[in-house]
């Protein structure tokens, strides 16, 4: 599986950004996409994901109700619709795929096997 993320840059506060994050390669019935983010000096966390067959997303708290996360089925492509953005969400923003989802380990790292590149999110305050 390979993973190609685009979009973020930077936006001052109050602003808006989007992701994108194309998939390629083998795909697994019960899979999922999602989004991390690591902030410079701190660890990797959970920003948002998609149950690809039912579309279920599951956000982080810090981000709910201003990150919208939708899929492309016929471009099997991703998307991370980031509106209201604060200083705080500034970090490299990487997606990632999930062989087998389960709920209760969605928001875990290490439950995803593949990872794209990052990219740069910078909000200025």
């Known amino acids: 599986v390979q993973l190609q993320a685009s979009g973020g840059g930077l936006v001052q506060a109050g602003g808006s950004l989007s992701l994108s994050c194309a998939a390629s390669?083998?795909?697994?019935?019960?899979?999922?996409l999602g989004w991390f983010r690591q902030a410079l000096g701190k660890e990797r966390e959970f920003v948002a994901a998609?149950?690809?067959?039912?579309?279920?997303?599951y956000y982080a708290n810090s981000v709910k109700g201003r990150f919208t996360i939708s899929r492309d089925r016929a471009k099997n492509t991703v998307h991370l619709q980031m509106n209201g953005l604060k200083p705080e969400d500034t970090a490299v923003y990487y997606c990632?795929?999930?062989?087998?989802?389960?709920?209760?380990?969605?928001?875990?790292?290490?439950?995803?096997?593949?990872w794209g590149q990052g990219t740069q999110v910078t909000v200025s305050s």
């Open positions: 990632a795929y999930n062989r087998g989802v389960i709920t209760s380990t969605v928001r875990a790292p290490e439950q995803y096997e593949y």
């Open positions: 998609i149950r690809w067959s039912t579309g279920s997303t």
């Open positions: 390669g083998p795909t697994f019935n019960n899979y999922a």
